[in-house]
């Protein structure tokens, strides 16, 4: 029959609460051998944490500002114009929709790396709220119905279930099996649209550099294709001491030998090098002096 419900909330609960992980329902957290982890794409490890962190936002005038302040970091789609309609993923029953770059086109960039509101709390610790989605049946710039995140819940306390649910990392919408029922939307002419914020900035999947930064390597480097090659130049000599070391550059040494010259005769090339020096002999000067008498002298 599978795993049982049990079996199946134990691994759930060591993975998430404690991240270990196995299938042993009778093991406790500390008795696991395993560490659990994510397997995650580069393209959503975000590298620019901090600086988003710096920039909480308790309503949606503020990451509204944030975003137009960060546009390289924070992408603005909070506006009912900028709304974005969601696919349904075929196979699901109506139950899992997602965001592409083009709706309705699987084959177009899926939308990830929705800015998450307790990834970047408030001085109080709560939430950045003004980031958080809304969600709506039809499209918001033309009489769109809001979703309130209470639509579908049932239970209450520890039983309390909500009827969707928004993955922020990978833009799906995930409804529950009564979702239709309890809201009295029909299923097939649902037509679901979300609002709110991406972060777009750098993620490990980027090179780190710029494409129009001006880096100066010591080799052609694909990922950096505008980077200027360091190479030495006449009369220079390169030395690259290897990672870790450093790079030197300095004269390169002629045929002079280092030494104190008299009546020297030198050669110097167009860099201003001596490329030939050898002593002279020193030769007597002589002077002689004649008087002329005027005329007119006695």
């Known amino acids: 029959m599978g795993f049982t419900q049990l079996e199946r ?15 042993n329902p009778n093991s406790v957290w500390y008795e696991v051998f395993n560490p659990f ?11 620019e944490m901090a600086t988003l962190r710096a920039l909480p936002a308790g309503n949606l005038a503020t990451a509204q500002a944030n975003a137009a ?12 114009t900028s709304a974005v309609q969601m696919t349904l993923v075929a196979g699901t029953n109506n139950s899992t929709y997602v965001t592409y770059a083009v709706p309705g086109d699987p084959t177009s960039a899926q939308l990830k790396n929705w800015l998450l509101p307790q990834l970047v709390p408030q001085a109080s610790s709560a939430p950045s709220n003004g980031y958080a989605v809304q969600l709506y049946d039809g499209d918001p710039n033309a009489a769109g119905t809001l979703i309130t995140t209470t639509v579908g819940t049932t239970g209450v306390g520890s039983s309390k279930t909500v009827g969707w649910t928004f993955n922020y990392a990978n833009g799906l919408l ?11 939307i029909v299923a097939a002419a649902f037509d679901p649209y979300v609002v ?19 880096y100066v390597t010591l ?12 190479t030495a130049g006449t009369a220079l000599d390169l030395t ?3 990672a870790g070391s450093t790079v030197e550059i300095k004269l390169e040494d002629t045929a002079v030998t280092a030494a104190t010259y008299s009546n ?11 490329t030939a020096a050898e002593s002279g002999s020193s030769g007597g000067a002589g002077m002689r002096a004649a008087f002329v008498k005027p005329a007119g002298w006695p």
Do not use: H
Request: proline share 3%.
């Open 264 to 274: 020297a005769t030198i050669t110097v090339d167009a860099q201003g090098r001596l």
């Open 196 to 214: 709110g914020f991406r972060y777009i900035g750098k993620t490990a999947g980027d090179s780190g550099a710029p494409d129009n930064a001006q």
């Open 37 to 47: 982890t994510f397997i995650l794409s580069s393209e959503q490890v975000w590298t």
């Open 69 to 80: 302040a960060n546009p390289t970091l924070i992408q603005d789609l909070s506006a009912d």
């Open 219 to 230: 080799a052609a480097d694909a990922d950096i294709p505008n980077a200027r090659v360091l």
């Open 174 to 184: 995930l409804l529950s099996s009564d979702f239709f029922a309890l809201s009295g």
């Open 240 to 242: 690259d001491g290897g």
């Open 9 to 23: 909330i134990n691994i759930a609960a060591k993975a998430l609460q404690a991240g270990v992980i196995d299938a």
